[in-house]
């Protein structure tokens, strides 16, 4: 079950919808579902669907999990077609048009590299040379291949490993706030990581609210890196940066943030805001974006994706301890 919801004054709200929140773990972070409903018992119904559904999706794209639908993918790298699930079908071709217009930017095949740098923040050791050319001869884009009539993917060489690590948070809270929306639940805000997924606007709680000075309607969201607030509904916002997730080896700071082109962490300092109409889109190009900069990245974004809203932030490189 969630945990226990929070109301606010029933009073207040004219409507008589009332606002609950809740909070689980999922994919190694807490998911926060904040949602406006008739009374509790609907509320407590529609979160635990929509972190039911969080939780499913984690049985399919997760990478830590052996037994994960991605993990069998890779298994059977290099042999063959594979059928996989619509969920997963679905982002692998997300990923695949993110790879196709960033030049590789935005890579999910780099699961070997990502392993391998995700072993030298726990050692605190580099990675060899040799292990990063072995990882990359079975990294590329160009080594995944899908075909929509039949939703199979290929993984074309042997010991392949994906990371959706860019997109599978997003497309989880879509599907949450898709969740909720079936319970006839559309005034939501889902929160997964840096990612979020708006619903319908909160309701407003007084008259007076909609009157001369009142904020925009829609949900007030302060971007914590920059500060900067937005009012979105029906909307996502996602951020991605070095700015909590680094580790330090040799004095040098990496970033969490993998250039899939170099084989090796960002050690510029970034922060990318995007604001989309979808998690999965916000969440992808957040992480492309990292990647590519800020002027090559908001003339892609601007070519490619004119629905979006790109921010970034940029500091020197430091050599300063994480958190």
């Not at 606010?8 to 904040?34: C, F, I, N, W």
């Not at 929509?50 to 794209?61: G, H, K, S």
């Not at 095949?109 to 990882?135: I, K, M, Y």
């Amino acid at each position: 079950m969630p945990e226990a919801g929070r109301d606010s004054d029933p009073q207040a709200d004219r409507r008589k919808l009332y606002r609950y929140e809740y909070t689980q773990v999922h994919m190694g972070v807490q998911a926060r579902v904040v949602l406006y409903a008739p009374d509790r018992a609907a509320a407590e119904r529609g979160a635990l669907a929509a972190f039911d559904r969080i939780a499913a999706l984690d049985a399919v794209m997760s990478d830590y999990r052996r037994d994960s639908e991605l993990t069998r993918l890779g298994e059977r790298s290099g042999s063959g077609p594979v059928a996989v699930s619509p969920d997963l079908f679905h982002v692998l071709q997300q990923a695949e048009r993110l790879a196709q217009r960033s030049g590789g930017a935005f890579d999910i095949t780099a699961g070997p590299l990502v392993q391998r740098w995700r072993a030298a923040r726990d050692t605190g050791t580099l990675p060899s040379p040799d292990a990063l050319a072995a990882a990359r001869a079975r990294s590329g884009h160009a080594l995944l291949h899908l075909d929509p009539k039949d939703s199979t993917a290929t993984l074309k060489q042997r010991n392949m490993r994906l990371d959706l690590g860019g997109l599978a948070k997003g497309y989880a809270a879509d599907e949450a706030l898709k969740t909720l929306r079936g319970h006839g639940l559309p005034r939501a805000m889902i929160e997964f990581g840096g990612d979020i997924v708006l619903g319908e606007a909160p309701p407003r709680k007084r008259d007076g609210d909609s009157g001369a000075g009142a904020e925009p309607p829609g949900w007030r969201i302060t971007e914590p890196l920059s500060g900067r607030t937005f009012h979105l509904a029906n909307a996502a916002l996602s951020t991605s940066g070095d700015t909590a997730q680094f580790f330090v080896i040799d004095g040098t700071r990496y970033s969490h943030v993998l250039d899939p082109r170099s084989g090796r962490p960002l050690a510029s300092r970034i922060a990318v805001t995007v604001v989309a109409p979808e998690g999965i889109l916000s969440d992808g190009l957040a992480t492309m974006l990292s990647v590519l900069g800020p002027e090559e990245g908001k003339r892609l974004a601007a070519r490619a994706w004119p629905q979006a809203q790109v921010f970034f932030a940029t500091a020197a490189p430091e050599n300063d301890e994480p958190d």
